[in-house]
């Protein structure tokens, strides 16, 4: 009778231990809880998945669409309304408002043939020293289209190589943040002073050289 106790006790320790080892397994043996995410970053405060639209709170007034502008653009001068929203892992990120350096804002769509054009441009800049160190970049993820090309636009950038310096705020389901600053077009590119008032705005693919020389042209010139 001892012996099949003892039998029978083993027999129930195995299986605990067994079914401790499956959900290791399950749970992929790693108990950081952490998510990879674009660029290189991972999700922080409990390691939310990747998300490929996000709520966005707009606070401001919105701009007119440069898609209407004939004439002089009315933005010019104008403060960008502020977007709060969060990156594709979920970590708060907000355009628009003072930021204490001028910003370029390139809002991209991971289905459009002009943004997979201007993303190789941009880099090609930065890589020679074109973008000035006192001008920060940043893009809005937007218009996302799940059947379109490049889907999901998170892997699409890393596969771009999008630079990790460079965050990326990810756009409602209705492309409000590309809405209310008057997107008319894409890419669709704005350059707004340290203070957040935008100094000038462009839709459509610019070479390297076509950005730098639209860059110099715009951005205030260097403190003495």
Known sequence: MKNRTLIIVVGVVVLILGLGGAVVLLSGGD???SVSAPNGTSGE????ELQHTRPVEVIGDPLA???TVVDGDPAIGQAMPVVEGATFDGQPLS???????PTLYVFLAHWCPHCNDEIPELIELNDRGGVPADVDVVAISTAVDPSGPN??????????EWPS????LVDD???????VN???????LMIVDADGNVLDRASGTKSADELDAWLQATLPPPAT
């Open 151 to 160: 889907y999901p636009p998170s892997q699409w950038l890393v596969d771009k």
């Open 173 to 179: 389901d209705a492309s409000t943040s590309f809405i």
């Open 182 to 188: 008057g997107g008319g077009g894409f890419p669709y």
């Open 31 to 33: 108990d950081d809880g």
């Open 45 to 48: 405060g409990g390691g939310e």
């Open 165 to 168: 310096a460079w965050p990326v």
């Open 65 to 67: 669409s440069l898609g």
């Open 95 to 101: 355009i628009g408002g003072s930021t204490g350096q």
